[in-house]
């Protein structure tokens, strides 16, 4: 009997141990399957660690298309410039890859202007081009406006010092009003660059994801030497044109104004990122 009773007790303790183990598996069994919002919130926190250095993803560079003494494009109507709103939707990209845990700047806050003795600098520092004179004292213009080669300077510099790993460069497209019903996104870089092929990868991702989102028309152009811009063509790391849309479009101009459509298109330029680098 003393003997069965033991045997009760021990099949009693062995039945506990099995159900605490069973517990802990399902304490652990999330763990390892992470959604991306686990996955960034742990590299976010990483880099928070981190923050005297680097971080080791580089930095991201967005660049919000004109600025200061250059409102660019206009709404149809007047209602805002393009330059209020690549600022808008570069200050919610910012918050948006940090959140995500990506170092992110920008070429410029709206206020302030990269100092003229670096941007000096870094156009003496320009390999020379071929089809491009880099001339300091032509680039590099005291006024009130960041020209598209000051942009080129700022991030090669920036890059020189901490590798950027995407220069994002956010515009606003315009047509005269004979063609107000083009709307859409267009998404630009040079086909060339040594950094072509993480352009390309970004460039096409991102089309994607924007037209899932939008449902929107994207064009995405490989753009060759003679049609590249600027600043897709004369930075030193993978850089891409983005056209977020028409002014001189009455629906493509309501999108741009409002902050749900900016803020959908910031977490959508995000997802990119997280999906290239
Ligand atoms: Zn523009």
């Given at each position: 009997m003393r003997q069965h009773h033991l045997f009760i007790v021990l099949l009693a303790g062995l039945l506990i141990l099995l159900c605490a183990l069973c517990a802990c598996g399902d304490a652990q069994a999330p763990i390892p399957i992470q959604t991306s919002a686990n996955t960034n919130a742990q590299e976010s926190s990483a880099s928070i660690n981190t923050d005297t250095d680097p971080s080791p993803k580089g930095i991201i560079l967005i660049d919000p298309g004109h600025g200061f003494d250059d409102p660019g494009c206009t709404a149809y109507d007047g209602s805002f410039t393009e330059a209020q709103i690549t600022e808008a939707v570069a200050g919610l990209l910012q918050k948006e890859l940090a959140s995500r845990g990506w170092n992110v700047e920008l070429t410029h806050d709206g206020r302030h202007m990269p100092d003229a003795e670096l941007l000096y600098d870094s156009a003496q520092k320009m390999p020379i081009q071929n089809d491009i004179n880099v001339n300091p004292q032509e680039w590099v213009c005291d006024n009130n406006l960041f020209s598209k080669y000051e942009r080129v300077l700022y991030a090669n510099a920036r890059n020189r010092e901490t590798p950027v790993i995407l220069f994002l460069s956010l515009h606003v497209n315009f047509v005269e009003t004979s063609a107000q019903t083009v709307r859409g996104f267009e998404i630009d870089y040079y086909k060339d660059h040594p950094g072509a092929s993480a352009a390309c990868s970004?460039?096409?991702?991102?089309?994607?994801?924007?037209?899932?989102?939008?449902?929107?028309?994207?064009?995405?152009?490989?753009?060759?030497?003679?049609?590249?811009?600027?600043?897709?063509?004369?930075?030193?790391?993978?850089?891409?044109?983005?056209?977020?849309?028409?002014?001189?479009?009455?629906?493509?101009?309501?999108?741009?104004?409002?902050?749900?459509?900016?803020?959908?298109?910031?977490?959508?330029?995000?997802?990119?990122?997280?999906?290239?680098?």
């Open positions: 970004f460039s096409e991702t991102l089309g994607r994801i924007l037209a899932d989102t939008f449902h929107q028309k994207v064009k995405l152009f490989a753009d060759n030497k003679k049609e590249a811009f600027v600043v897709t063509k004369y930075t030193d790391m993978p850089s891409v044109l983005l056209e977020m849309g028409y002014a001189s479009n009455t629906e493509d101009a309501a999108l741009l104004a409002s902050v749900k459509f900016q803020t959908r298109l910031a977490q959508a330029i995000a997802v990119a990122v997280d999906n290239i680098f």
